[in-house]
Every structure is written in structure tokens, then in C-alpha cells.
Nanobody, 115 residues
Framework: QVQLVESGGGLVQAGGSLRLSCAASGITYSVYNVAWYRQAPGKQRDFVAMITSGGSTNYADSVKGRFTISRDNAKNTAYLQMNSLKPEDTAVYYC?????????WGQGTQVTVSS
């Protein structure tokens, strides 16, 4: 199965920025779609952003204009640049890769935004 490892989470003040990374192994990364989800305590896991193998992107309304998803296929890595962070962005962020019916999830990285 695909192995995904998230990194880059941490504690940041409101208005600050973080960049999350999702590193993959065991696959030809360029052919996979990649997405970011997040889950706050007591809440369901929600979609945040997605980038296709062709480079098309899609974002949840709550993060449009603030977050940017990108990928570097040579490094087998996807990124989520998060700017203008708000306390409500606090959650565990998860990376997801898909290729047709094949779905893999990372273990998550904690993002905490203080007011």
C-alpha cells in the first residue's frame, strides 16, 4: 500500500503561516490525486483542498484565498501552504492519495492556532 507521512504542523499565532508536507513512498506519485482533510476534536473529518495528477485544484470555501495546495512530483511530495491562519483552523490535518479505487491516508499532523 501507499505510505504517506505528513509533517510541518505545530503551534502558530492567529494571522501566521505554516506549510504542511505529505511525502509518499512506494508509488509513482505523479499519477495520483492528492487531497488534504482536517479533523477538529469532536468533529467529522472535512475536506480542505485537492490537487489532481494534472494539476487542477479545488478548495473548501472556508480556506479559499488563504490556503494553497501544490505538488512536486520529482520529490514525491505534496504541500499545503496555510496563510492568515485562524483559531478555527486548529485540527489534525491528514493527507490522502487516490488512484481510481485505491485510497491511502497518512497518520496526520497537528496544527494549533492560538488567538
Amino acid at each position: 500500500q501507499v505510505q504517506l507521512v505528513e509533517s510541518g504542523g505545530g503551534l502558530v499565532q492567529a494571522g501566521g503561516s505554516l506549510r504542511l508536507s505529505c511525502a509518499a513512498s512506494g508509488i509513482t506519485y505523479s499519477v495520483y490525486n492528492v487531497a488534504w482533510y482536517r479533523q477538529a476534536p469532536g468533529k467529522q473529518r472535512d475536506f480542505v483542498a485537492m490537487i489532481t495528477s494534472g494539476g487542477s485544484t479545488n478548495y473548501a470555501d472556508s480556506v479559499k484565498g488563504r490556503f494553497t495546495i501544490s505538488r512536486d512530483n520529482a520529490k514525491n511530495t505534496a504541500y499545503l501552504q496555510m496563510n492568515s491562519l485562524k483559531p478555527e483552523d486548529t485540527a489534525v490535518y491528514y493527507c490522502k492519495s487516490t488512484l481510481g479505487p485505491l485510497i491511502s491516508w497518512g497518520q496526520g499532523t497537528q496544527v494549533t492556532v492560538s488567538s
